[in-house]
């Protein structure tokens, strides 16, 4: 495919699928933007601009199609202090380096690091951002007009009911439109758009950060851009790979580092916030038909049409409206199945999701969770992999010689398996190891077989290692000191 089609591909292909699926995902990031800006501390029209910028920009730049990029909650949280002790200047600079730092990192290609996310990992931030998404709609559902339930039950019936009639439009559209005429038509005094916030009125202005370029603001600044790429990223590659499996069509996670970076860098100049990729949105899109990069920049496009053109119409939708998709979105973006996968799964694998769920339940960070469950599977792994060390002994008629074959992957958290392989009474003239099924990966391998040798010698044994392959050879001609010393250096065995 050449790259003039596959530019039409990503964004022709699918044009009314992805204008109708950019609208609902338009309207469902007004009240999450102007939430993240209360919680960075900041005014709901930096969050506003930052969405349309940060998805226009990405829809050209980035490297998965169909995949909504705004400003988070998971960004958000990381500005807090930067913002109230700085201001709102040092905000902006933060998010040029946060862009720049991502860049960096398309450029080193940093995206290969996502090859150490277990699929339990990706399922537990999975069924962990979907129990997230459906907390926050709980403030919508607490202390409210008993109205306001039956307006979310007749959004869910429309969402999950509409499709059998038609799927020509977007069920989540159409309900969010059915909501909003009955409120204003009888009148109803439920919580709306209009009271999260005001809507900016003017267009954003292009204009760099009023801030000194010094050292010193770099000092303040760097530590909040370096957190905020690196939770940006994780978040972008796992929702790229999220969306892939619900799409069965690749994306390049390279292209999407850049694209990240250019789009915060894009937000910043006209006045935004940090964002990256969205989960729920992204899922909110691909459900309601959007495939394409068209879909991305539609929900960007329409986002700042809205609060500029249609601000009257906007403030009167009602938050139950709203509410019953994101609703829709938890309860589609949970992986069902994987309740079921608890028993069938290894044990070790349950943990790592089951510890990957309650990390970001319970902090309400995406990138702890993450880094607790890539942990817990990489000491699983070591765990696994270890126990697979075998050492057979094989001893000569006379007594005088044994030959051990060694089996299975020699590092630090089976070396002290090996080193403990061996008899301890035997005191043969002739020692063989044989190492030609095993791999040795570290010092730790290394300092064991030492101290295998090194004990046969004191007893007076000749030692002869055999097999080793040219990887572990390297190494333990690099870092071993029982080939560096000679038999005779050692004590005898008394």
């Known amino acids: 495919m050449t790259p003039s089609s596959s530019w039409r591909r990503e964004w022709f292909l699918n044009i009314r699928g992805d204008v109708l699926s950019g609208i609902v995902v338009a309207l469902a990031l007004i009240p999450e933007a102007i939430g993240f800006s209360v919680i960075a501390g900041v005014d709901p029209k930096v969050g506003l601009f930052a969405s349309f910028a940060i998805a226009c920009v990405s829809a050209f730049a980035g490297g998965r199609s169909g995949m909504i990029s705004a400003a988070t909650a998971a960004t958000a949280v990381l500005m807090v202090t930067l913002v109230r002790e700085h201001g709102l200047p040092y905000l902006f600079a933060a998010t040029i380096l946060m862009g720049l730092l991502q860049i ?124 905020l790429a690196a939770v940006g990223l994780l978040e972008s590659l796992l929702t790229a790979q999220i969306v892939d499996d619900m799409t069965d069509t690749p994306s390049s996670k390279n292209q999407e580092c850049f694209g990240q970076g250019v789009a915060n860098i894009g937000s910043a100049l006209i006045g935004g916030m940090g964002g990256c990729a969205m989960i729920g949105q992204s899922v909110i899109n691909v459900r309601s038909g959007g495939r394409g990069r068209l879909s991305t920049f539609v929900a960007g496009a329409f986002l700042l049409f809205l609060i500029l053109v249609l601000d009257d119409l906007v403030r009167i939708i009602p938050m139950a409206a709203l509410a019953a998709v994101m609703i829709m979105v938890s309860v589609g973006t949970f992986s069902w199945r994987s309740i079921l996968d608890l028993r069938r799964n290894p ?101 064991a077989l030492d101290k295998v040798v090194m004990k046969f010698r004191r007893r007076g044994a000749e030692v002869t290692v055999t097999g080793l392959n040219e990887a572990s050879a390297t190494m333990i001609h690099r870092f071993a000191r029982h080939d560096k010393e000679t038999p005779a250096a050692s004590t005898p065995a008394h």
């Open 347 to 447: 044990p070790s694998s349950s943990a790592v999701m089951l510890a990957t769920v309650i990390t970001v339940v319970a902090t309400h960070d995406l990138a702890k969770g993450v880094l607790v469950g890539v942990l817990l599977s990489g000491v699983f792994f070591a765990g696994k992999v270890a126990r697979l060390v075998r050492v057979e002994k094989v001893r000569s008629e006379d007594g005088k010689e044994c030959a051990y074959r060694v089996r299975g992957q020699i590092f630090f958290a089976s070396a002290e398996l090996l080193a403990a392989s061996f008899d301890d009474q035997d005191r043969p003239a002739r020692v063989v190891i044989d190492v030609s099924q095993a791999h040795f990966w570290d010092i730790s391998a290394v300092a």
């Open 104 to 227: 960096g990192a398309g450029l080193l290609r940093l995206d290969r690091l996502m090859r150490f996310v277990s699929r339990s990992v990706i399922t537990g931030f999975v069924n962990a951002l979907a129990i997230l998404i459906f907390m926050a709609q709980l403030p919508e559902l607490v202390g409210v007009p008993v109205q306001t339930y039956g307006m979310v039950a007749v959004g869910l019936a429309i969402i999950y009911l509409f499709p059998l009639v038609t799927k020509a439009i977007p069920s989540p559209l159409v309900a969010i439109g059915v909501l909003t005429a009955v409120v204003w038509w009888w009148g109803l005094d439920l919580r709306t758009v209009g009271d999260l916030g005001e809507l900016p009125s003017t267009l954003p202005v292009l204009a760099l950060p009023g801030v000194p370029l010094t050292f010193e603001t770099l000092r303040i600044i760097f530590p909040y851009s370096a957190a």
